[in-house]
C-alpha cells in the first residue's frame, strides 16, 4: 500500500511538472514521463520475489512443472509492458504507433500462451 501511495505521488508529480513544460520542451515532457516509469517500475521490483515464490507455491500444489505458470507470468509481463508503451506513445500523440505496439502485445500474448492452451486440451482430451 505504501508502494503504492508513492507511485502515485510521483507520477501525479510527474504530470503536473509535464504540463508546465510541455508547451516548451514536449521532448523533455516525454522524457520526465518515462523516467517516471522506470522508477516506479524499479522501486515495484521488491515484489517480484513474492510473486516467485507465489508462482512456486501454486507449482507445487499444482503438482506440475514450469508448462503452467511461466507463461501466465510471461503474458502478464508482456500486458505491463504493453501497457506501458502504448501510453507512452499516446502521449507523445503517436496514436498509430500506440496501436501497433498493442496488435504487437496481443500477438506476443497470445504466442507465449500457446503451451498452456495446448496442454489445456489434451488434458481434457484426456477425461473425454
Known amino acids: 500500500m505504501e508502494l503504492l501511495v508513492k507511485a502515485a505521488a510521483a507520477a501525479l508529480t510527474a504530470a503536473a511538472i509535464g504540463l508546465?513544460?510541455?508547451?516548451?520542451?514536449p521532448e523533455l515532457a516525454l522524457l520526465l514521463s518515462?523516467?517516471?516509469?522506470?522508477l516506479i517500475l524499479i522501486a515495484s521490483s521488491g515484489f517480484l520475489s513474492g510473486i516467485r515464490e507465489l508462482a512456486e507455491a501454486v507449482k507445487t500444489i499444482a503438482g506440475s512443472d514450469d508448462t503452467l505458470t511461466v507463461p501466465v507470468l510471461k503474458c502478464v509481463a508482456i500486458a505491463i509492458i504493453t501497457k506501458i508503451s502504448s501510453e507512452l506513445c499516446r502521449e507523445a500523440s503517436q496514436g498509430a504507433a500506440a496501436a501497433a505496439v498493442e496488435l504487437a502485445g496481443a500477438v506476443c500474448a497470445l504466442s507465449v500462451a500457446m503451451p498452456l492452451v495446448m496442454s489445456m486440451l489434451k488434458l481434457?482430451?484426456?477425461?473425454?
Open 34 to 38: 518515462a523516467c517516471t516509469v522506470v
Open 20 to 25: 508546465l513544460i510541455r508547451r516548451s520542451n
Open 124 to 128: 481434457i482430451g484426456g477425461m473425454i
